[in-house]
């Protein structure tokens, strides 16, 4: 036998042996701690907020994080009978929706708010079409005529204030997440397929959930919008918009984004959207692999409506994309209090964002900004303006990330802060399910810097 032969008959024994690793399933979970795990689901998702817009009771909170850490660790290789378990529960003992005749309904601090439902296959696409409009403007209707698709979950909420940038607001902001949110658990959407889309007003909401909530969707369509900007929003030429709203264009580093603007559009003059395309440019030169999903086109000419061919060309691209949920690199440039500002009849405040991708920060401060990259089991941040350097920064891991037998370490540029195994624990699953309403985003071990 010549060496080359004996070289693949290794090689084929190797991925096979690997393989058959790979496609071996786990042990069943043990029964005690099945038990304990049931009950405990069963009483975090009756105690758990219905939507956004309600908030925890922190005692009755704090007492279930207790319960679930005292459960303690879990085999190698249960994340996904842990999810299978807290899922059933979650749509089990969660309050059901008030669906009726195609429209979803809320109670809120703010009156009642609602969304049209154009019902889709189980495990369809995600399409949330946001409208326009402004000051006493907007319809669910023009978005549902504009970002209607057949093999997709349609949701097309109706602003629950007709201010100018509505889906930008507090209430805007809340009310969009629990949209998705009860669509990822009762409607049964595939939530790696999440699409936001928009025109107008829409098309400036849509890009303010595509940079602040990037980890949420697969893609975004935000058409002939603004962003939010100084010294304002409404400019033609990109020279004068001195600076744009912080927190949102860097983190769409792993996005598939499609959208478009006529130079001529004076409802929603371009200055924003091609300052942002020239810094999405830089980003990307300075970013191997890096914003490399993004279509942004220019028409000359053209006003304020839609280019020829769109918005249907957008969405067969983006509806063909998945999320990248376990991205190699994240960046997260965070904003506390993005633009609009809480108005004073506000009764709620802007929510925080705690975790981003694989990241977590309890704390995070305005304008900070973490670059996090994992090569195998080595991982390495870049850290500006947070509190304590790397300190706060919360690392979530599974399996499929890391290679579990092999310690994983941490550094801050030069700095190790981390050499270890961690392990998997019960906390850590439920946790990051919670955090999102999110079946596929779900970790079950970490790092706490």
Known sequence: MDRFTLAR???????????????????????????????????????????????????AR??????????????EGARE?????????????????????????????????????????????????????????GSADEARSNWERKSCTGLYPQGIRLVHDTWNTVHGERFVLSLIETAKLHL????????????????????????????????????????MAAPKSQVADKAA??????????????????????????????????????????????DPGGYARI??????????????????????????????????TVVWEYVSG??????PSDPLARLGKPCFYWLGCKAPLDRQSIRATRRGNAITLETRGTARGA????????????????DVVVRNGEQELYRGRPQPDVWTVLETLDARVDRAMVFDRRIEL
């Not at 690793?21 to 998702?45: F, I, M, N, S, Y």
């Not at 807290?86 to 005749?101: D, E, F, G, I």
């Not at 300190?391 to 979530?396: N, V």
Request: charge should be neutral.
């Open 9 to 59: 008959g290794l090689l084929t024994a190797v991925l096979l042996g690997g393989l058959a690793h790979a496609q071996k399933k786990p042990p069943p979970l043990d029964r005690a701690l099945v038990k304990g795990v049931t009950v405990l689901a069963e009483d975090w998702w009756k105690a758990r907020p219905a939507n956004r817009f309600l908030e925890w009771d922190a005692s």
């Open 81 to 137: 009978q842990m999810v299978e378990l807290l899922w059933a529960a979650a749509r089990k003992h969660s309050p059901k929706p008030a669906l009726a005749k195609g429209k979803l309904t809320f109670e809120t601090p703010y009156g009642e708010a609602w969304c049209t439902v154009a019902s889709g296959p189980k495990n369809a696409p995600l399409l949330v079409g946001l409208h326009g409009g402004g000051e006493g403007e």
């Open 338 to 343: 993005p633009a609009p500002e809480r108005e």
């Open 241 to 286: 918009v001195r600076a744009i709203q912080h927190g949102l264009v860097p983190n769409v580093r792993n996005l598939a984004m499609a959208y478009a603007i006529g130079l001529k559009d004076e409802n929603c003059m371009p200055g924003t959207y091609l300052y942002a395309a020239d810094r999405l440019a830089e980003l990307a030169r300075s």
């Open 62 to 75: 704090a007492k279930l994080e207790e319960r679930a850490r005292a459960l303690g660790k879990l085999p």
């Open 295 to 328: 279509r942004f086109q220019t028409y000359p000419g053209l006003a304020h409506a839609f280019p020829p061919g769109e918005p249907k060309a957008a969405l067969d691209y983006l509806l063909a994309e998945t999320r990248d949920t376990f991205p190699e």
């Open 391 to 406: 300190g706060g920064i919360t690392i979530f891991l599974h399996a499929g990330m890391i290679d579990p037998t092999q």
């Open 188 to 227: 049964e959407v595939d939530p790696e397929r999440v699409v936001v889309a928009g025109f107008s007003m829409g098309g400036s909401g849509s890009w303010f959930f595509a940079g602040r909530h990037a980890d949420l969707f697969a893609g975004a369509a935000p058409f002939s919008g603004v962003l």
